[in-house]
């Protein structure tokens, strides 16, 4: 089942701060945030893995809340290397350890 | 240095056409997934593997073919009955400890028709 993103999209101008959100249906096992560059690979930010977990890499960080089945990125202070498309991968329970990703949130940063 | 080879970065196939895309890694990762990237899909699973001679589709199997001969590859074969083949494919691997470990992922290989 794939999660949910949101927003599509956002632009910022460089130091402003966003919220991209990802929620399932299912009862997850984990949540995976990667940041994909275009025409690259996707490139692991971080695994969220109990509920009420946070964690954080750089000005980037991320919440799991277990009982909605819904995570959060922030990206703070944001720099223009923080452009490209957020994706959330969950797993489920019972997926065998499969992700499903969401479509995908577009972030442009602007000078 | 480890990682995973994804070749070729280009491929072109014509009407009718099986063609295969490969992917070989060497951080001893004992599960391999294949993903197709089309604008605005996100990624969507193919195949994956989680042990050798072993694997299950996903979500969009039909008209992909895979093996697992060996721990180190897992190549996709796109056949004919795949209609529409045109898309960014991606193959990943994680090592053991299920979803407490992230999914590394190859460069990709970008499969037009001729």
């Known amino acids: 089942q794939q999660p949910v993103q949101s927003p599509q999209a956002v632009i910022l101008r460089e130091g402003e701060d966003a919220v991209i959100n990802c929620s399932s249906s299912?009862?997850?096992?984990?949540v995976h945030w990667y940041r994909q560059k275009h025409g690259e690979a996707p490139v692991f930010l971080m695994i969220?893995?109990?509920?009420?977990e946070q964690k954080g890499h750089e000005k980037i960080s991320a919440s799991f809340n277990e009982k909605k089945q819904q995570s959060s990125l922030y990206l703070t202070a944001s720099q223009l290397s923080y452009s490209g498309t957020y994706f959330c991968g969950t797993i489920q329970w019972d997926s065998g350890y499969a992700l499903n990703f969401g479509k995908g949130t577009s972030l442009l940063v602007t000078p | 240095d480890g990682g995973i080879t994804q070749s070729p970065k280009y491929l072109f196939r014509k009407e009718g056409q099986n063609v295969t895309l490969s992917c070989e890694q060497n951080l001893n990762h004992d599960a391999m997934y294949w993903y197709r990237q089309d604008p605005g899909q996100g990624l969507r699973l193919i195949y994956y593997?989680?042990?050798?001679?072993?694997?299950q589709k996903g979500d969009i199997a039909e008209g992909y073919s895979v093996s697992r001969e060996k721990k180190e590859s897992f190549p996709l074969t796109v056949t004919s009955a795949q209609k529409n083949p045109t898309a960014f494919y991606l193959c990943?691997?994680?090592?053991?400890?299920?979803?407490?470990?992230?999914?590394?992922f190859g460069d990709g290989t970008r499969l037009s028709i001729l």
């Open positions: 969220l893995l109990k509920g009420g």
């Open positions: 299912k009862a997850l096992y984990s």
């Open positions: 593997s989680q042990i050798v001679n072993d694997f």
């Open positions: 990943a691997s994680r090592s053991r400890g299920g979803g407490n470990q992230p999914q590394h």
